[in-house]
């Protein structure tokens, strides 16, 4: 969960796959659940951080869909279109992670391969000497 909540509060911004509905599928948001605190909420992660404070409010979810209009307590934006326009903005970044990450596992094969062939070269001159 402590993913999820990163994700949500501190790098997206959002809630839920498509909406902040998509937490009435969790057994515990679900606005079905018999005396839950948190039938029909959210997790914390997806509430706005207070302007007053910098404390998270671990119980802003509690409820909040219960509520006609939610928008300013917690995030509406789901976190796949969040993810997919973070993914837009940043995708040069991303493709030279990827590229960089390549080149490095690309220089280990060649690397690899430099020390079997100078391996299979040291074993094949022992062999002239027995």
Do not use: H
Request: hydrophobic share 40%; net charge neutral; proline share 5%.
């Amino acid at each position: 969960m402590d993913l999820v909540n990163w994700i949500q509060g501190y790098w997206l911004q959002c809630c839920g796959i498509t909406s902040p509905g998509d937490w009435n599928n969790n057994i515990y948001f679900n606005c079905s659940a018999p005396s839950s605190p948190e039938a029909c909420g959210v997790p914390y992660s997806c509430c706005r951080p207070p302007k007053e404070t910098s404390l998270p409010n671990l119980q802003c979810g509690y409820g909040v869909r219960r509520k006609d209009d939610f928008s300013e307590l917690i995030y509406n934006k789901g976190c796949l279109d969040a993810a997919q326009s973070w993914f837009d903005q940043n995708l040069v970044i991303v493709a030279a992670v990827a590229i960089g990450v390549a080149v490095v596992q690309i220089l280990g094969i060649c690397f690899g391969q430099n020390l079997r062939a100078d391996i299979l070269a040291q074993k094949a001159k022992w062999a002239r000497y027995k």
